[in-house]
């Protein structure tokens, strides 16, 4: 059974950078348990977002993806022997 990563890219309107981050859980044993906990992470992130007095009142726009070991190495172009 393989497990899967939620990737997450977060970008702020008028930010340069965007934030990435990577949920790694031992529930993600298939695509659709990692699907399922993308609503909490991305309140939990929002709710950050929110303390942050620089960032209130501005978009938030996020990009997820829940991957498998294979797609995360083809993604990132990481080679077969570093997975």
Request: glycine share 4%.
């Given at each position: 059974m393989d497990a899967f990563t939620m990737v997450v890219m977060a970008c702020v309107a008028g930010e340069t950078h965007c934030?990435?981050?990577r949920v790694s859980?031992?529930?993600f044993s298939t695509v659709?348990?990692?699907e399922a906990r993308v609503?909490?992470?991305l309140r939990s992130m929002t709710r950050?977002?929110?303390k942050r007095p620089e960032f209130k009142g501005?978009?938030?726009t996020y990009d997820v993806s829940?991957?498998?070991r294979a797609?995360?190495?083809a993604k990132f172009g990481i080679a077969s022997s570093d997975t």
């Open positions: 934030a990435t981050s859980e031992m529930d659709q348990a990692c609503d909490d992470v950050e977002f929110g501005r978009q938030v829940c991957m498998d797609q995360l190495a």
